[in-house]
């Protein structure tokens, strides 16, 4: 589905002209009873009515500001398919084209949100704003945070000199590479171990801790294959062994990510089958299989790391590799 709306035609002399794609999410859910919190409907409200309930929108359109909205699809974030990440990030570069757009936000659901910046980050690395705006609550409940965090994006969005792609919740500023969600009901769910946020977003204002992001981009034709690579996530722990990644060798995966324990540790059985699924051309990454921090590397590793990337963001890092190898 896809809708286009204006919701203002004045020329955004000293405005900003921001385009707005829904995806789904829980910032567009909906629930049976308003009190209920948790038993919502991700993905059922429109990108144009979730942003005509931001109190900030009048006041940036009395301003001069455009604000446009397209749909791009309406799904619970859990459900996020490769092909509506190529459609989305077409959709994102289509609008960085266009001279007149200063940024752009996505809404979207938390689950995968780590996943999505982390592609567009790779795929597109922009020069103006990509922010990705979220929620803990759905749109029904009776004190939501979508509209505020929508509000925070605009702000994020709109901020002079901003760049690059990422995240907003809960008054924090994430960016797309680093951004992991780290809990399931807290309304400041994201995290990026280490690093902390990239800014706060306070009473409009922004206060930034650290650089926008940067990247090298690998552009928009790496997604172009009809097919993605098959790329799968396999997980260390007591007890493991390398049957799984001997069936899925067979049934003919090309690239793995190990959830590794520790520092980037592997149980001695499946890593024996990991090493064979690499002798037999399958690209094999390791990424922590939770915590903060950042795998460090040793001479005696036998398989490369993902570094700080969680396993969700690694997977889409191999699968990016994959697709580079294949000239898109
Ligand atoms: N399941 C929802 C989603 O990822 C959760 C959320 O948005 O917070 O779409």
Known sequence: MTSSDVLSRRPSHDGRHIV???????????????????????????????????LGLRRRIDAGWRIESEQVSQVDSKDMSHAIWRRLAERVQHHLDRPEVDGI????????????????????????????AAAMRPASAPQPDGPQNLDDALTVVGWPGA????????????????????????LDAFSAGDAGPLAHVEAGQLRRLREWPVEQPLGLKVLAADIWPDVQIVTSHAGADGRLVDLLVQVGVQGLVV??????????????????????????????RGGAGCIVPSSTDLLPDAGALTSAQARIEVLLRLLARRGG
């Open 20 to 54: 707005i794609l829904g995806t789904g999410g829980t910032i567009a859910g909906r629930a049976e009873q308003s009190t209920d919190v948790v038993g919502y409907k991700a993905g059922q409200v429109a990108v144009q009515d979730l942003i005509e309930g931001v």
């Open 105 to 132: 936000i996505v809404t979207h659901g938390t689950d995968t949100l780590e996943e999505t910046a982390y592609l567009l980050h790779r795929v597109l690395a922009p020069s103006r704003p990509v922010v990705l």
């Open 163 to 186: 760049r690059g792609v990422m995240a907003v919740l809960g008054g924090q500023v994430w960016p797309g590479a680093e951004v992991r969600k780290v809990h399931p009901y807290r």
């Open 259 to 288: 959830a590794a324990t520790g520092n980037g540790s592997v149980h001695q059985d499946l890593m024996a089958a990991l090493l064979r699924a690499q002798a037999a051309g399958v690209l094999v990454l390791r990424a922590l």
